[in-house]
């Protein structure tokens, strides 16, 4: 384990910063307890880190940060319970590739695998699905130390009113060690994507959500142009894209000249509509067959902040319409695509999909280009929707919002006051979000 730290946390889009008192890395568990429990004795925060996906200062601490760097690898493959056990800081493309090599596959997933497991669950991260839901939902058991130093282990059938909650627990229960999740033999996606006009996508949505397992589209503002995906189990063969169009499409467009053009936005704004209208044609219409995390997963290499409601699943055409709108009043001047996703209900007391059916609106700006503006406009739309917005992602609603939004949020605040009733894992974020 490493000491004292002078050293500045920054996470991935750069918005936010946090200067630790000290870093440790341990490289097992009883060094993660003993951890929690030194900083518990020298009156320090705790908070855990993953990648810096998170665009909210959830995992910020002027106290001790734990980096989860040593806490990674495969503990065990269960090929009779269909499971994966994973120390908490393995990252997501290696879990990925681990499962592949051993004919194995998740179920659902996001559309980026830079994320620790622990990370990227604690905040409900999500991909997009008619029946299969967040990455979290998919968790059978998991490890938590407590502010004690303790470790309490969580199923449906031990602790299972922590299990019901930790599962998206924000850090604020304590620091997750391991995971377990539910794992299925590897199987094919046929991925279909398609531009279509956002008035033909918006007025087919209920029929494309249901005759897809996974459907999501992206709306490029000062458009009426979208691409669609539809991604379903496939008997196969697997027939990937070609290594050059391949590049051509996820690297150079969607990576290589779309930093180009954000750059080119930012530096002058007043060139974005002309340069949408070119750019939401650029995409052609393509077919591929491969493995899950293939299909579901894609490099993200142009930064930018984010914001992403969640709204019930019947209420997003008319919210979208309704930012189409917005967009087309304002002077705003947006260059990255309105991403829409869907989940199905689920039983995680604060999963943004508890409880009912669910679609997401996230939209973003290129990194450095004033967001403050478009955010706050769009966010008064989805909260007039009942949106609850993603934990990890730019919003700001406060602990007497979500109390109406989540019908367990009470459940999981009095879980958090018996766990950690001093608060070892609070900081700034969960108080605004949780409450004192």
């Known amino acids: 384990m490493s000491g004292a730290s002078s050293s500045t946390w920054r996470n991935w889009a750069g918005n936010v910063t946090a200067r630790p008192v000290r870093e440790v890395s341990p490289a097992s568990v009883a060094e993660l307890a003993d951890a929690v429990r030194r900083a518990a004795e020298d009156g320090l925060k705790v908070k855990a880190v993953g990648t810096g996906h998170s665009f909210t200062t959830a995992a910020a601490t002027d106290g001790v940060l734990i980096r989860p760097d040593l806490l990674t690898g495969i503990r065990e493959i269960d090929r009779t ?46 991909g997009t699905g008619r029946d299969s839901a967040s990455i979290a939902a998919q968790i059978t058991g998991l490890e938590l130390i407590t502010a004690d130093g303790s470790l309490l282990k969580c199923s449906a059938k031990e602790n299972p009113e922590v299990f019901a909650a930790a599962r998206i627990g924000l850090g604020a229960l304590g620091v997750v060690s391991a995971l377990t999740f539910a794992v ?114 894609s490099p993200r290499r142009v930064r930018f902040v984010e914001m992403e409601y969640a709204v019930p699943r019947e209420a997003v055409v008319a919210a979208l319409r309704e930012v189409r709108a917005l967009v087309d009043r304002s002077g705003l001047r947006v260059s990255f695509p309105v991403e829409v996703r869907t989940a199905p209900a689920d039983d995680i007391a604060l999963s943004t999909a508890s409880g009912r059916d669910t679609a997401y609106i996230a939209v973003h700006m290129y990194k450095g280009t004033p967001y403050q503006a478009y955010f706050t406009a769009v966010e008064r739309i989805m909260t007039a929707h009942a949106g609850r917005p993603h934990w990890g992602k ?30 070892l894992f609070g900081n700034a974020y969960l108080r605004r979000v949780l409450g004192d």
Not at 406 to 414: S, V
């Open 394 to 423: 730019v919003h700001t609603r406060d602990a007497e919002y979500f109390a109406e939004a989540y019908p367990r949020f009470g459940e999981f605040t009095a879980l958090r006051d018996r766990l950690d009733p001093d608060r």
């Open 81 to 126: 319970a269909m499971t994966v056990t994973v120390e908490a800081g393995t990252p997501l493309k290696r879990l990925n590739a681990v499962l592949a090599r051993e004919g194995l596959s998740l179920t659902n997933m996001g559309d980026i695998m830079e994320q620790t497991v622990a990370g990227a669950t604690s905040t409900g991260t999500h």
């Open 184 to 297: 299925e033999p590897e199987f094919l996606l046929t991925a279909r994507e398609e531009p279509m006009t956002f008035d033909r996508v918006t007025s087919e949505f209920d029929a494309l959500h249901a005759e897809n397992e996974h459907f999501e589209f992206y709306w490029f503002p000062h458009t009426g142009n979208c691409n669609t995906k539809r991604n379903n189990r496939s008997a196969g063969p697997a027939a990937p894209p070609g290594r050059v169009s391949g590049w051509i499409e996820d690297e150079f467009m969607s990576n290589g000249l779309f930093q180009v053009v954000c750059s080119l936005g930012r530096a002058v704004p007043a060139t974005i509509p002309a340069i949408a209208k070119v750019s939401s044609r650029a995409l052609s219409a393509r077919t591929y067959t491969d493995i899950p995390y293939k299909v579901f997963t």
